[in-house]
Each structure stands twice: as structure tokens, then as C-alpha cells.
């Protein structure tokens, strides 16, 4: 046993990472390798994971400098389809900027935009049949509005109203909606992991069709469930595809503490043999793109898929999160792989399917058409101003059916209601 | 018609036979956990099922709680009915969020959109000489977690019949399993030979399919003085001690925590006058305190002496004092005595 220091070596050090640049620095990320569209060519879908190692180091990418989709991952989408995906990122965008103005507004307590992701959601989910199972963290909102899911719930749900298909138990954006194919949203974060897992090994040993695709970011792939997750879906080969958004970062956090310092996240996959796929996540043709190569080698016994999109949190990290405080400012407007939806409708302008005049009215439209639908939804009341479900309804579905104590407890709170408001409260 | 076949089982056995029965009944139910397929359990409670219902029903999972459970939350959401198995109760923590945050949640925070109807099978408690990870009762943790039903048998009868009724509940049950009762009840005495169940009661059990509903308790002895909340092994403990001490007791096995059977509980205790909780579980926050609060409110005007909780004491499960530790024989006439003093 040795006690004391040993003269002759250096003291160890504990490394803490930082970020390259902080509140009041110049960001600058010309560090950041962007290679050459088709660097590494799509590989078959049936491609040994073993043989495909470089492509969870590379980047794969369709639109090139000029905004033309070339090269072996491009997709090769018609203009209505492109024109469709542009529209759904516009309206995601605009949700998004309605909402958080909501929350800005008093009308709800929390939002969380998806901001500079939109790709992230929406390509993908048009890569996916409608009846795969998406198992969605918080910043996929793009997928209900892909899937063509009413806006106005989706409203409900943020201001907690009567309309609230959630009957207000949840956070805002925690949307649950079997129906298309959309896993109920859970605080915790990449608990959806191995559940996704479950659904797949499910599916393929009823002998189904469809697959099923999670999302998670960056910072949550360091949860337990991650690894527990990848490990499964490793032993089973089952129909999965995981995704990260690595948008850099983890509220305040960036992404070297989940350990991007040393590896990519994509790469992860190496080590449980499955494949990996890095993409650059601002190129929603690549993103559609390396979704299908993924979906296709799931629906064929191929087995599971890790992608990291590799993007930009464009704002904060929720309503309640204030970015200047420990990053640099304008690092979105100097984000090397630029904004998903500018070089979408650049591509669609440059093969002549797409004006600026007709992005304009796009936006215009759609800001209009999601303005008229938070009226709608204000209809069925905002957060805190009376119009909710019935009270009784917060003991309702803990269970099946109602045991005696939530029965007792749900009769103590109406007597506390009636004490509060009085006698005629049961008549309003 | 005639009476349906019974059979002399223990409880690996009815346990095994209930999850044949499902897996023959229900296409969905499905089995997994560390050592269930081939092998057929460390316990031995899933052998040949396997064999008889294909690898794709019962089958082997990689060392992960975490793992085990969430994928199970997963084929839930599908639509399948995962019977998971969590080698120890002690071995259940790191699945614990995707049970509390997760299964727990599901059908409350989805709205009746999406639904759990997993049951989680843990052998669990002492008397074996565990030590620390092999011995502990973390039923409190669970009841503790609203949206999760806790259940735990005391006879081979009541184990299949009480799991089957588990496996076709739509909400997530956690089935805990006394292994130190598995192959004969357990009188307290460590140092006595332990009777097969075979000659005992409770170990007659039908072949084919039978539920117990779940909320209902047992009373497993009608008395008049005193009334035992108690439920797993300590059952077949505090029966041996009551006969042997000539205490006029009623011995009341809950079988389901949570959701209580509340009402026979209060008819009991307003009948006797006096209750005593007793269970393997450490004492502070233990069930226990949850059964002392609800009868103390319920019966308050007909108890005649304080609610006495005889249990584990506040210590992590120890190796070789485990007698000292087990709320055995001479606990529990000490706790009669008072009782009955007052």
C-alpha cells in the first residue's frame, strides 16, 4: 500500500469538458468537417453493420453547396412530395412560433419549440408507413403534424382545456395519440428506449409488418435506458430504428457531456453491432433519406439502426430556459449546415418547383390558418380560466376502475371544491 | 359436471401451472427474463414452458432490469400481455423508473390511450439465508406508487389462482412471490424440518384455469381476540405462533396490498378490538404504517390497545444474525402479550 504522492508522477486531472465558446465569444465552427456529399456511398440495405463503420463517422448528405440533390443517397422525390414536406416544416415552424407566444401570453404554462429540427420530425415521419409506431421524446411535434393530426388538439392539450384529449394530467406538449401511431410522451427522459424495443420485438413475433422509430436527444442518450435499449434491440434483431437529434445541446449543457468529445454518437452503435448512420440533420433529403434506407433494412429482418441527426438547437431549451445565459449568441445564424427549412425551399426554387413569392404566401397562409385554429381551440379555454374537464376525471384512469381509497379521496376533494366556491359550484 | 382435477402442487408448481394455463389461453401473454426459457428459471418456476409453447412465448433476456421491464411496458403498448420475471425482489431497483414512471403512468397520463397490462413476477423475502440481495420485502416501495397493484400469495392455491387474475388484469401488477414458502409453508421455527406443502392446505390445486380475484383478502383463522394484518410468509408464522400460544387471533392474508380490502380489515377489527400488522419488511414506512394509519382511522372507537407492528427491523437484511433479524416465534408472542395486556 502506498500512501502519499509518488514524486515521480504527475498529478492526474480530472477533465471537465466546456464548450468552445460562452455568453459574450465569437462562435466559429470552421473546426466542424462537412464532407463532400456521397464521401461514402449508400451502401445496400442488407450491409453487414461490420462493413458500414464509416458511415457512423461520416455525414451523409444530398444537397450539395448549390442546393441540388445529388448523389447516391438522394432519394429522388418529386416535387409535390418536397413541396408537401416544405409545408409541413412551415406549418410545424409556425405552430411552434403561436405557441410559444401562448406561453409568452399567460395562456399556458410551458412550450418547447423544435426550432432549426424541423427535418428531424417531419422527414422521417414521411420515410415511415403511417401505421409504424413512433416513440417520440418532447421535440417531435413534427411528426403529429406529418401525420396530419388536428392541430386544434394538439392546442387542447397545450392549454389543458375541456378539449384536452389528455383531460389536463399532462405537461403541455406531452401529446398521446395512438391512433397515428404516436407513443404517449413521458417526462423521463429515453424511457421510450427500451419500449420502442418492446413494440418491435412485439411486432415481429406476431409475425407483423410494421417497425417502429424513437427519437431521443444528445444529452439522454448517457441514460441507462440507451444502452439497455441498443442491447436488446442488438439480441433480438428487432424492427427498430433509434434516432438522435444531436442538436449540440442538453439545456446548458452541450454535448461533451454526454461524449461527443470523444466519438460520435451514431458510432455508438458500433459497439452492439448494429448499424450506424450519421446525417447531416439540416438536409431533409438526407434525413428522409438515411429514415428509408433504416425503415427498409427494419421491414426486411435487417435489423435495428442507430442515426444521429447531427443539427442545431435553434432557440432555447423550453419556455422556461434562457440560451444567452451560456452560449453564444448568434450561433444559429453561424451554424455551418444552415436551417433545414431555407435549404429545403432553396432546392425547391432551384429545380424551378418553388418561389420565394410562393414561400411568402406559404407562410402567410399558414401563419393565418394556425391563428384561426388557436382561436378555435381558446373556444374549449386556456390554462387556469375555468374550462376543464370535470374534476372528478383526476381519479379517473389511475386504475381500470376506480378503487374504494381514490373513490374516498375524489369525494374529500368536491367537498373541498364546495367549501371553496360554495353550494351552487355543483351547478355551474 | 363433474368437480375439475386437482393436483397436489407447491408453489413453483402453481405458479408454473398458471403461467401454462395463460400461455395455453392467451395468445398474447408472453414470458421473458434472465433464465426463464431454456433453462426454465432459477426457481424452476417456468421449466418446460419454453419446450411446450416455442421460443418466441417464453424466452431468455439479456442482465438488465431496466431492459426487461421497459421492453415489457413496450409490448403492452402493442397489445401483448408481458409476464416479465425479476430473478430477486432485491434485483427490481433499476427497473424501477420504467415501473413508476412508466407502467404505473401509462394509462393515466395517455388517457385510457395507451394501457399496461404487464405483471411483473419477483421471488422475494427472507428466511433463506440471503443475505443483503436475496432477502429483502420492498413491497412498500410499489404500494407506494399509485396506478400499480402489489400482490403476494401465501398458499399454492392462492398463488395460481391469484397470478392468473393478475396476468388478466389490464393495469401493471407487481406479483411478489415468498420464496422462502415456495416448497412448504413456513412455521417460524428455522430450526424444525419444514413440511412439504404436499401436507398441507392450500396445496390442492386445480389443473385447468381458476382466478382469485384480486383486492379480496383471506381470512385464513376466524378469532375473536385479536386481528393479524399480514400477508406472504409471515402468514404460516404468525398461524404456528397463534396455535401454539392458544391466542384466539384473527389471521386476515391481505393477498393484495393495493388495492386494499379495506372493508374486511374494518369488520375485523371492530369485531376484535385489536390489531397487530405484521411483516418481513423493515418497519419505518413500511406497509405496515399504511395498514396502522387506515385501521387507526377506520376502527378508532373500538380499538382497545394500540396497533402493534411486528416486522423487520430497520437494518439492511444481515447474512448470519438473519434469526435475530426475522420477525419470528419470539417477536411475535412478545407482541401478543402486550396486546393482549392492554
Known amino acids: 500500500m502506498v500512501h502519499g504522492i509518488k514524486n515521480n508522477l504527475a498529478p492526474l486531472h480530472l477533465h471537465v469538458p466546456e464548450p468552445k465558446f460562452r455568453p459574450g465569444d465569437k462562435a466559429d465552427f470552421s473546426d466542424i468537417i462537412i464532407p463532400e456529399v456521397d464521401a461514402i456511398t449508400r451502401p445496400d440495405e442488407r450491409a453487414s453493420p461490420a462493413d458500414i463503420h464509416a458511415l457512423a463517422y461520416g455525414l451523409v448528405r444530398v444537397l450539395d453547396d448549390d442546393n441540388r440533390a445529388v448523389g447516391s443517397w438522394n432519394p429522388g422525390l418529386d416535387a409535390d412530395t418536397l413541396r408537401n414536406m416544405l409545408r409541413k416544416m412551415l406549418l410545424l415552424r409556425a405552430f411552434d412560433d403561436r405557441m410559444f407566444r401562448a406561453q409568452r401570453q399567460g395562456k399556458t404554462s410551458f412550450y418547447m419549440k423544435s426550432f432549426g429540427e424541423e427535418a428531424t420530425s417531419v422527414a422521417t415521419t414521411m420515410a415511415l408507413h403511417s401505421d409504424d409506431m413512433c416513440f417520440p421524446s418532447y421535440r417531435q411535434q413534427g411528426i403529429l403534424i406529418t401525420r396530419d393530426y388536428p392541430l386544434v388538439d394538439m392546442m387542447n392539450q397545450i392549454y389543458s382545456n375541456s378539449g384536452d384529449r389528455l383531460k389536463g394530467r399532462q405537461l403541455p406538449i406531452m401529446y398521446s395519440a395512438k391512433d397515428y401511431g404516436f407513443f404517449s410522451i413521458s417526462g423521463n427522459l429515453t424511457t421510450q428506449y427500451p419500449q420502442a424495443v418492446g413494440w418491435a420485438m412485439a411486432s415481429a413475433s406476431r409475425a407483423d409488418t410494421r417497425i417502429s422509430a424513437v427519437w431521443c436527444g444528445d444529452g439522454s442518450t448517457a441514460e441507462g435506458d440507451f444502452h439497455s435499449a441498443l442491447t436488446f434491440a442488438a439480441v433480438y434483431n428487432a424492427p427498430v430504428i433509434f434516432q438522435v437529434v444531436n442538436n449540440q445541446w442538453a439545456i446548458s449543457s452541450f454535448s461533451g457531456f454526454a461524449g461527443s468529445e470523444r466519438t460520435t454518437f451514431a458510432a455508438r452503435a458500433i459497439g452492439y453491432g448494429i448499424a450506424g448512420l450519421r446525417v447531416d440533420g439540416n438536409d431533409a433529403l438526407a434525413v428522409f433519406a438515411a429514415m428509408q434506407w433504416a425503415a427498409n433494412r427494419a421491414r426486411t429482418n435487417g435489423g435495428p439502426t442507430l442515426i444521429e441527426y447531427f443539427t442545431y438547437r435553434g432557440e432555447g431549451h423550453s419556455t422556461s430556459d434562457d440560451p444567452g445565459a451560456y452560449r453564444a449568441a448568434e450561433e444559429y445564424a453561424l451554424w455551418p449546415l444552415g436551417d433545414p427549412v431555407t435549404r429545403l425551399k432553396d432546392h425547391l426554387i432551384v429545380i424551378g418547383a418553388w418561389s420565394d413569392e410562393q414561400h411568402e404566401a406559404l407562410i402567410l397562409e399558414l401563419s393565418n390558418s394556425v391563428k384561426a385554429t388557436q382561436k378555435e381551440a381558446e373556444q374549449n379555454g386556456i390554462l387556469g380560466h375555468g374550462l376543464h374537464h370535470p374534476m372528478e376525471t383526476m381519479f379517473e384512469d389511475v386504475f381500470e376502475e376506480m378503487p374504494w381509497h381514490l373513490k374516498e379521496q375524489c369525494e374529500q376533494m368536491l367537498e373541498e371544491q364546495r367549501d371553496k366556491f360554495g353550494p351552487e359550484w355543483e351547478a355551474r | ?342
Open chain 2, 1 to 342: 359436471m363433474s368437480e375439475p382435477a386437482t393436483k397436489s402442487m407447491n408453489m413453483i408448481e402453481a405458479i408454473n401451472s398458471a403461467l401454462d394455463v395463460m400461455l395455453e389461453k392467451d395468445p398474447e401473454v408472453v414470458i421473458m427474463g434472465e433464465d426463464v426459457g431454456y433453462f426454465g428459471g432459477v426457481f424452476r418456476a417456468t421449466a418446460g414452458l419454453q419446450k411446450k409453447h416455442g421460443k418466441t412465448r417464453v424466452f431468455d433476456t439479456p442482465i438488465s432490469e431496466c431492459g426487461i421491464i421497459g421492453v415489457g411496458v413496450g409490448m403492452a403498448a402493442y397489445g401483448l400481455r408481458p409476464v416479465p420475471e425479476i430473478q430477486f425482489a432485491d434485483y427490481i431497483y433499476p427497473g424501477l423508473d420504467q415501473l413508476v414512471s412508466e407502467a404505473a403512468r401509462m394509462r393515466y397520463r395517455s388517457a385510457n390511450d395507451f394501457i399496461c397490462p404487464m405483471t411483473v413476477r419477483s421471488p422475494f423475502g427472507g428466511g433463506i439465508f440471503g443475505g443483503q440481495t436475496h432477502s429483502q420485502s420492498p413491497e412498500s416501495l410499489f404500494t407506494h406508487v399509485c396506478g400499480i397493484k402489489t400482490v403476494i400469495p401465501a398458499t399454492p392455491y392462492d398463488a395460481k389462482g391469484l397470478l392468473i387474475a393478475a396476468i388478466e388484469d389490464n393495469d401493471p401488477v407487481v406479483f411478489f412471490e415468498p420464496k422462502r414458502i415456495y416448497n412448504g409453508p413456513f412455521s417460524g421455527y428455522y430450526d424444525r424440518p419444514v413440511e412439504p406443502w404436499s401436507k398441507h392446505d392450500g396445496s390442492a390445486v386445480p389443473e385447468g384455469y381458476y382466478r382469485i380475484d384480486l383486492s379480496k383478502a383471506a381470512v385464513v383463522r376466524e378469532g375473536e381476540a385479536v386481528t393479524v394484518l399480514t400477508y406472504g410468509t409471515m402468514v404460516h408464522v404468525v398461524k404456528a405462533v397463534v396455535a401454539e400460544h392458544g391466542i384466539d387471533a384473527e389471521i386476515i392474508d391481505l393477498r393484495t396490498l393495493l388495492p386494499l380490502d379495506i372493508e374486511t380489515i374494518e369488520a375485523s377489527v371492530k369485531k376484535t378490538g385489536r390489531c397487530m400488522v405484521v411483516h418481513e419488511a423493515t418497519r419505518t414506512s413500511g406497509f405496515g404504517a399504511e395498514l396502522a394509519a387506515q385501521v387507526q382511522e377506520r376502527c378508532f372507537y373500538h380499538l382497545e390497545a394500540p396497533i402493534e407492528r411486528v416486522t423487520g427491523f430497520d437494518t439492511p437484511y444481515p447474512h448470519s444474525l438473519e434469526w435475530a433479524y426475522f420477525p419470528g416465534p419470539v417477536r411475535l408472542a412478545r407482541a401478543f402479550d402486550k396486546i393482549m395486556k392492554d
